[in-house]
Protein backbone atom coordinates (compact mmCIF):
# COMPACT_ATOMS: atom_id res chain seq x y z
CA UNK A 1 0.00 0.00 0.00
CA UNK A 2 1.30 3.74 -1.19
CA UNK A 3 0.86 7.05 -0.46
CA UNK A 4 1.18 9.70 -3.05
CA UNK A 5 1.17 12.99 -2.16
CA UNK A 6 0.85 15.28 -6.16
CA UNK A 7 0.02 19.15 -6.16
CA UNK A 8 -3.77 19.11 -5.52
CA UNK A 9 -4.66 15.06 -4.11
CA UNK A 10 -3.47 12.28 -1.76
CA UNK A 11 -3.87 9.21 -3.58
CA UNK A 12 -4.00 5.15 -1.53
CA UNK A 13 -2.81 2.67 -3.82
CA UNK A 14 -2.61 -0.83 -3.21
CA UNK A 15 -0.56 -2.71 -5.86
CA UNK A 16 -2.33 -1.03 -9.12
CA UNK A 17 -5.46 -0.38 -7.64
CA UNK A 18 -6.36 3.45 -6.52
CA UNK A 19 -8.13 2.60 -3.42
CA UNK A 20 -9.22 6.52 -2.78
CA UNK A 21 -8.27 9.84 -3.72
CA UNK A 22 -8.46 12.85 -1.58
CA UNK A 23 -8.57 16.20 -3.27
CA UNK A 24 -7.51 18.92 -0.70
CA UNK A 25 -7.48 22.82 -1.88
CA UNK A 26 -4.52 23.50 0.48
CA UNK A 27 -2.68 20.52 -0.22
CA UNK A 28 -0.38 23.08 -2.41
CA UNK A 29 0.77 23.98 1.51
CA UNK A 30 0.74 20.69 2.50
CA UNK A 31 3.39 19.17 0.74
CA UNK A 32 5.66 22.01 1.89
CA UNK A 33 4.57 20.96 5.45
CA UNK A 34 7.18 20.56 7.85
CA UNK A 35 6.00 17.74 10.23
CA UNK A 36 3.64 15.23 9.96
CA UNK A 37 2.53 14.29 13.70
CA UNK A 38 -0.21 11.57 12.42
CA UNK A 39 -1.57 10.40 9.47
CA UNK A 40 -4.60 7.64 9.78
CA UNK A 41 -6.55 6.57 6.71
CA UNK A 42 -9.04 3.89 6.80
CA UNK A 43 -11.62 2.83 3.90
CA UNK A 44 -14.82 0.52 3.80
CA UNK A 45 -17.71 2.78 2.64
CA UNK A 46 -16.87 5.62 3.82
CA UNK A 47 -13.53 7.34 3.99
CA UNK A 48 -11.78 8.75 7.24
CA UNK A 49 -8.79 10.71 6.51
CA UNK A 50 -7.09 12.19 9.97
CA UNK A 51 -3.75 14.24 9.65
CA UNK A 52 -2.46 16.27 12.11
CA UNK A 53 0.41 18.71 10.82
CA UNK A 54 2.48 21.65 10.78
CA UNK A 55 2.21 23.61 8.10
CA UNK A 56 5.08 25.73 6.51
CA UNK A 57 3.49 29.12 5.76
CA UNK A 58 6.06 30.25 3.91
CA UNK A 59 7.28 27.73 1.36
CA UNK A 60 10.55 27.62 -0.08
CA UNK A 61 10.86 28.81 -3.80
CA UNK A 62 14.21 28.82 -3.81
CA UNK A 63 16.58 25.97 -2.11
CA UNK A 64 20.06 25.61 -2.77
CA UNK A 65 22.34 22.84 -1.57
CA UNK A 66 26.38 22.82 -1.58
CA UNK A 67 26.17 24.38 -5.06
CA UNK A 68 29.74 24.29 -7.47
CA UNK A 69 30.34 25.77 -10.03
CA UNK A 70 34.04 25.51 -12.40
CA UNK A 71 34.74 27.31 -15.95
CA UNK A 72 36.80 24.57 -17.78
CA UNK A 73 39.62 27.03 -19.61
CA UNK A 74 41.64 24.88 -21.86
CA UNK A 75 44.00 22.84 -19.17
CA UNK A 76 42.73 26.00 -16.36
CA UNK A 77 39.96 25.08 -14.04
CA UNK A 78 38.46 27.93 -12.27
CA UNK A 79 36.21 27.28 -9.68
CA UNK A 80 33.72 29.96 -9.30
CA UNK A 81 31.32 28.68 -6.73
CA UNK A 82 32.66 26.63 -4.08
CA UNK A 83 29.56 25.36 -2.05
CA UNK A 84 26.55 27.76 -2.09
CA UNK A 85 23.60 27.26 0.43
CA UNK A 86 20.74 29.48 0.89
CA UNK A 87 17.14 29.45 0.47
CA UNK A 88 14.86 31.80 -0.17
CA UNK A 89 11.09 31.66 1.05
CA UNK A 90 8.10 32.49 -1.10
CA UNK A 91 7.67 36.66 -1.41
CA UNK A 92 10.87 37.30 -0.15
CA UNK A 93 13.20 40.09 -1.62
CA UNK A 94 16.64 39.52 -2.05
CA UNK A 95 19.82 41.36 -3.04
CA UNK A 96 23.47 39.65 -3.90
CA UNK A 97 25.97 41.44 -3.71
CA UNK A 98 29.91 41.10 -3.85
CA UNK A 99 32.80 42.40 -6.32
CA UNK A 100 33.20 41.59 -9.45
CA UNK A 101 34.07 38.31 -10.62
CA UNK A 102 32.96 37.04 -6.74
CA UNK A 103 30.07 34.75 -8.66
CA UNK A 104 27.07 36.91 -8.67
CA UNK A 105 25.82 36.49 -12.32
CA UNK A 106 26.98 32.93 -12.65
CA UNK A 107 24.74 32.09 -9.21
CA UNK A 108 21.94 34.11 -10.95
CA UNK A 109 22.27 31.91 -14.08
CA UNK A 110 22.11 28.52 -12.70
CA UNK A 111 18.82 30.13 -10.46
CA UNK A 112 17.77 31.17 -14.25
CA UNK A 113 18.57 28.11 -15.50
CA UNK A 114 20.57 29.12 -18.16
CA UNK A 115 23.54 27.59 -16.89
CA UNK A 116 23.67 24.43 -14.67
CA UNK A 117 25.69 23.70 -11.25
CA UNK A 118 28.59 21.16 -12.09
CA UNK A 119 27.52 19.63 -8.26
CA UNK A 120 24.79 20.58 -5.39
CA UNK A 121 20.98 20.56 -5.30
CA UNK A 122 18.65 23.39 -6.66
CA UNK A 123 15.30 23.10 -6.23
CA UNK A 124 12.42 25.56 -7.76
CA UNK A 125 8.63 25.77 -6.30
CA UNK A 126 9.65 22.22 -5.41
CA UNK A 127 10.74 20.93 -8.31
CA UNK A 128 14.36 19.90 -8.51
CA UNK A 129 16.58 21.35 -11.37
CA UNK A 130 18.91 18.81 -12.53
CA UNK A 131 20.09 17.12 -15.99
CA UNK A 132 17.21 18.79 -17.50
CA UNK A 133 16.93 18.85 -21.74
CA UNK A 134 17.20 21.93 -23.41
CA UNK A 135 13.40 21.50 -24.07
CA UNK A 136 12.56 20.85 -20.66
CA UNK A 137 14.75 23.75 -19.02
CA UNK A 138 13.17 25.85 -21.27
CA UNK A 139 9.69 25.42 -20.21
CA UNK A 140 10.53 25.61 -16.58
CA UNK A 141 11.99 28.67 -17.39
CA UNK A 142 9.00 30.30 -19.12
CA UNK A 143 6.70 28.85 -16.73
CA UNK A 144 8.73 29.86 -13.36
CA UNK A 145 11.06 32.41 -14.02
CA UNK A 146 10.79 36.33 -15.42
CA UNK A 147 14.50 38.07 -16.17
CA UNK A 148 15.57 41.94 -16.02
CA UNK A 149 19.23 42.92 -17.10
CA UNK A 150 21.05 45.89 -16.68
CA UNK A 151 21.22 46.16 -20.24
CA UNK A 152 17.56 45.84 -20.99
CA UNK A 153 18.12 43.06 -23.57
CA UNK A 154 14.73 44.24 -25.70
CA UNK A 155 14.66 43.58 -29.44
CA UNK A 156 15.22 46.93 -31.45
CA UNK A 157 13.08 46.55 -34.21
CA UNK A 158 9.95 45.58 -32.13
CA UNK A 159 7.31 48.24 -30.28
CA UNK A 160 7.29 48.12 -26.94
CA UNK A 161 3.95 46.20 -26.81
CA UNK A 162 5.46 43.43 -28.82
CA UNK A 163 8.77 43.26 -26.63
CA UNK A 164 6.20 42.69 -23.52
CA UNK A 165 3.74 40.13 -25.50
CA UNK A 166 7.30 38.31 -26.73
CA UNK A 167 7.34 35.16 -24.11
CA UNK A 168 3.69 35.04 -24.54
CA UNK A 169 4.00 33.80 -27.48
CA UNK A 170 6.35 31.51 -26.75
CA UNK A 171 3.89 29.54 -24.28
CA UNK A 172 1.70 29.51 -27.05
CA UNK A 173 -1.12 32.21 -26.00
CA UNK A 174 -3.02 33.51 -29.04
CA UNK A 175 -2.48 36.89 -30.41
CA UNK A 176 -5.72 38.72 -28.61
CA UNK A 177 -4.55 37.63 -25.28
CA UNK A 178 -1.03 38.51 -25.96
CA UNK A 179 -1.79 42.05 -26.67
CA UNK A 180 -4.63 42.17 -23.83
CA UNK A 181 -1.90 41.13 -21.55
CA UNK A 182 1.03 43.29 -22.75
CA UNK A 183 -1.15 46.11 -22.53
CA UNK A 184 -2.01 45.18 -19.06
CA UNK A 185 1.68 45.31 -17.78
CA UNK A 186 2.85 48.25 -19.67
CA UNK A 187 0.06 50.09 -17.90
CA UNK A 188 1.27 48.84 -14.65
CA UNK A 189 4.72 50.10 -15.92
CA UNK A 190 3.40 53.43 -16.20
CA UNK A 191 3.96 52.95 -20.25
CA UNK A 192 0.50 52.91 -21.87
CA UNK A 193 1.30 55.80 -23.81
CA UNK A 194 4.65 54.44 -25.61
CA UNK A 195 3.28 50.91 -26.18
CA UNK A 196 3.75 51.79 -30.00
CA UNK A 197 7.31 53.12 -29.62
CA UNK A 198 10.91 51.09 -30.57
CA UNK A 199 13.10 50.64 -27.97
CA UNK A 200 15.75 53.49 -29.38
CA UNK A 201 13.06 55.71 -28.85
CA UNK A 202 12.74 55.03 -25.04
CA UNK A 203 14.60 56.97 -21.89
CA UNK A 204 16.70 54.30 -19.96
CA UNK A 205 14.17 53.90 -17.43
CA UNK A 206 11.15 53.75 -19.89
CA UNK A 207 13.35 50.56 -21.23
CA UNK A 208 13.71 49.10 -18.18
CA UNK A 209 10.12 49.40 -17.59
CA UNK A 210 9.43 47.75 -20.57
CA UNK A 211 12.10 44.71 -19.69
CA UNK A 212 9.87 44.44 -16.26
CA UNK A 213 6.46 44.34 -17.95
CA UNK A 214 7.96 41.88 -20.25
CA UNK A 215 9.21 39.75 -17.27
CA UNK A 216 5.99 40.11 -15.43
CA UNK A 217 3.96 38.88 -18.77
CA UNK A 218 4.08 35.35 -18.26
CA UNK A 219 3.32 35.45 -14.06
CA UNK A 220 6.45 33.93 -13.21
CA UNK A 221 7.12 32.80 -9.71
CA UNK A 222 10.45 34.34 -9.52
CA UNK A 223 11.72 37.89 -10.64
CA UNK A 224 15.64 37.68 -11.52
CA UNK A 225 17.40 40.68 -12.52
CA UNK A 226 20.86 41.34 -12.57
CA UNK A 227 22.03 44.20 -12.27
CA UNK A 228 18.40 45.98 -12.85
CA UNK A 229 19.91 49.53 -12.14
CA UNK A 230 23.27 49.32 -13.04
CA UNK A 231 22.87 51.78 -16.43
CA UNK A 232 20.46 54.04 -14.97
CA UNK A 233 21.35 57.73 -13.02
CA UNK A 234 20.27 57.64 -9.66
CA UNK A 235 16.94 59.06 -9.86
CA UNK A 236 16.24 56.49 -12.39
CA UNK A 237 17.50 53.67 -10.15
CA UNK A 238 14.95 54.62 -7.63
CA UNK A 239 11.88 54.95 -9.77
CA UNK A 240 12.76 51.42 -11.43
CA UNK A 241 13.29 50.50 -7.67
CA UNK A 242 9.78 51.62 -6.97
CA UNK A 243 8.30 49.66 -9.44
CA UNK A 244 10.30 46.22 -8.54
CA UNK A 245 9.48 46.88 -4.63
CA UNK A 246 5.80 47.29 -5.66
CA UNK A 247 5.87 44.08 -7.64
CA UNK A 248 7.39 42.67 -4.26
CA UNK A 249 4.85 43.89 -2.24
CA UNK A 250 2.51 42.16 -4.35
CA UNK A 251 3.88 38.63 -3.38
CA UNK A 252 6.87 38.04 -5.73
CA UNK A 253 9.91 36.40 -5.34
CA UNK A 254 12.67 38.87 -5.97
CA UNK A 255 16.69 37.88 -6.22
CA UNK A 256 18.42 41.18 -7.89
CA UNK A 257 22.36 41.19 -8.27
CA UNK A 258 23.50 44.66 -7.09
CA UNK A 259 26.59 46.71 -6.75
CA UNK A 260 25.09 49.83 -5.41
CA UNK A 261 24.47 49.36 -1.05
CA UNK A 262 21.82 52.01 -1.40
CA UNK A 263 19.89 49.76 -4.18
CA UNK A 264 20.81 46.80 -1.57
CA UNK A 265 19.25 48.73 1.01
CA UNK A 266 15.72 48.88 -0.63
CA UNK A 267 15.04 44.86 -0.92
CA UNK A 268 14.98 42.77 2.47
CA UNK A 269 17.50 40.43 2.89
CA UNK A 270 21.52 41.08 1.71
CA UNK A 271 23.29 38.13 0.60
CA UNK A 272 27.11 38.71 0.37
CA UNK A 273 28.94 36.35 -1.79
CA UNK A 274 33.15 36.72 -1.62
CA UNK A 275 35.11 34.15 -3.83
CA UNK A 276 32.29 31.71 -4.05
CA UNK A 277 31.08 31.84 -0.99
CA UNK A 278 28.74 33.24 1.27
CA UNK A 279 30.17 35.40 3.92
CA UNK A 280 27.05 37.17 5.15
CA UNK A 281 23.12 36.91 4.73
CA UNK A 282 21.27 39.37 6.56
CA UNK A 283 17.74 41.08 6.51
CA UNK A 284 18.06 44.56 6.08
CA UNK A 285 15.41 47.06 7.43
CA UNK A 286 14.02 48.13 3.63
CA UNK A 287 14.03 51.45 2.51
CA UNK A 288 11.03 52.62 0.59
CA UNK A 289 12.22 53.75 -2.91
CA UNK A 290 9.55 56.25 -2.99
CA UNK A 291 11.38 58.14 0.41
CA UNK A 292 13.45 59.67 -2.84
CA UNK A 293 11.37 59.60 -5.96
N1 LIG B 1 31.36 31.36 -19.44
C1 LIG B 1 32.47 31.55 -18.72
N2 LIG B 1 33.63 30.93 -19.04
C2 LIG B 1 34.74 31.09 -18.32
N3 LIG B 1 34.81 31.86 -17.22
C3 LIG B 1 33.71 32.50 -16.84
C4 LIG B 1 32.48 32.39 -17.57
N4 LIG B 1 31.55 33.16 -16.95
C5 LIG B 1 32.17 33.72 -15.91
N5 LIG B 1 33.45 33.33 -15.82
C6 LIG B 1 34.41 33.72 -14.78
O1 LIG B 1 33.86 33.36 -13.53
C7 LIG B 1 34.11 34.36 -12.55
C8 LIG B 1 32.78 34.81 -11.96
O2 LIG B 1 32.05 35.49 -12.96
P1 LIG B 1 30.65 36.16 -12.69
O3 LIG B 1 30.17 36.70 -13.98
O4 LIG B 1 29.76 35.21 -11.99
O5 LIG B 1 31.05 37.34 -11.69
P2 LIG B 1 30.17 38.51 -11.09
O6 LIG B 1 30.24 38.39 -9.62
O7 LIG B 1 28.83 38.54 -11.72
O8 LIG B 1 31.02 39.79 -11.54
P3 LIG B 1 30.52 41.26 -12.01
O9 LIG B 1 30.20 42.00 -10.76
O10 LIG B 1 31.73 41.83 -12.69
O11 LIG B 1 29.36 41.11 -12.93
C9 LIG B 1 34.88 35.44 -13.25
O12 LIG B 1 36.24 35.26 -12.94
C10 LIG B 1 34.61 35.22 -14.71
O13 LIG B 1 35.68 35.61 -15.50
MG1 LIG C 1 27.84 39.89 -13.04
Known amino acids: MVLLFTRNSLVLKSSKKTILTVTFPFLNSLIYCTEFRFLTISYDKR ?27 GNNSLHVLKGINFNVKEGEMVSIMG ?37 VAANYRNKFLGFIFQSFNLINYKSALDNVAMPLYYQ ?53 ADEPTGALDSKTSQEVMELIQGINDEGKTILMVTHEHDIAQMTKRIVHIKDGLIIDDNPVEQVRASLYV
Open 172 to 224: GVKRKERIEKAEYYLEKVGLSAWSHHLPNELSGGQKQRVAIARALASNPKVLL
Open 47 to 73: VIVLANFTINNHHHMIQIKDLHKSYQM
Open 99 to 135: SSGSGKSTLLNILGILDEADSGSYILDGVSIKNLNEK
